[in-house]
T-cell receptor, first 109, second 114 residues
Framework: GQNIDQPTEMTATEGAIVQINCTYQ??????LFWYQQHAGEAPTFLSY????GLEEKGRFSSFLSRSKGYSYLLLKELQMKDSASYLC??????????FGAGTTVTVRA | ETGVTQTPRHLVMGMTNKKSLKCEQH?????MYWYKQSAKKPLELMFV???????ENNSVPSRFSPECPNSSHLFLHLHTLQPEDSALYLC?????????????FGAGTRLSVL
């Protein structure tokens, strides 16, 4: 199976920056996704990277290095509503999507 | 609102019961998925349907039986479940089951097996 690792929990202060790392080992690669999931709600799509580099979308940015099997999700100007679980998912060479266990981010006032 | 609706949101059932989970998508997608989400574990893909045809069964026990009558509806029929089957069951849809298509998720059915 595929191996996708991300930290279990992170805590940060409102207004700060948090970086969630994701490392992966897959058979082939066809893109990496980040999802946000609030407790009791649906996972919602945040970003997609298939080429190396940084994709910026407002307060959220996602970076990919295919040679290192590494991605990060950067959350800037943290708000209380950003408290959620963040899921890293990788599409392998057979186009199957595999998920990490998720990183629970807690934003404190 | 993601365009993917799951019912019921919560379900409690005994091990001898038979129940069904329902998923409906209003996005015009052709692929639909069932995932199992257990606490502190990665989402586990269970089944994939593409244009109503099952294209993936990820070694799921036969006590879970999917049904896809059309591209907008997906069911998961449950019978003689075990307590370890208690989890959040998520449905998702995408344009097709390959490429860079983004999967859109429903809010899930929280299942408790007693």
């Amino acid at each position: 199976g595929q191996n996708i690792d991300q930290p279990t929990e992170m805590t940060a202060t409102e207004g700060a920056i948090v970086q969630i790392n994701c490392t992966y080992q897959t058979s082939g690669f066809n893109g990496l996704f980040w999802y946000q999931q609030h407790a009791g709600e649906a996972p919602t799509f945040l970003s997609y990277n298939v080429l190396d580099g940084l994709e910026e979308k407002g307060r959220f940015s996602s970076f990919l290095s295919r040679s290192k099997g590494y991605s990060y999700l950067l959350l800037k100007e943290l708000q209380m509503k950003d408290s959620a679980s963040y899921l890293c998912a990788v599409r392998d060479g057979d186009y199957k999507l595999s998920f990490g266990a998720g990183t629970t981010v807690t934003v404190r006032a | 609102e993601t365009g993917v609706t799951q019912t019921p949101r919560h379900l409690v059932m005994g091990m001898t019961n038979k129940k069904s989970l329902k998923c409906e998508q209003h996005l015009g997608h052709n692929a639909m998925y069932w995932y199992k989400q257990s606490a502190k574990k990665p989402l586990e893909l269970m089944f994939v349907y593409n244009f109503k045809e099952q294209t993936e069964n990820n070694s799921v026990p036969s006590r879970f039986s999917p049904e896809c009558p059309n591209s907008s509806h997906l069911f998961l029929h449950l019978h003689t479940l075990q307590p370890e089957d208690s989890a959040l069951y998520l449905c998702a849809s995408s344009q097709e089951s390959s490429g860079s298509d983004i999967q859109y998720f429903g809010a899930g059915t929280r299942l408790s097996v007693l």
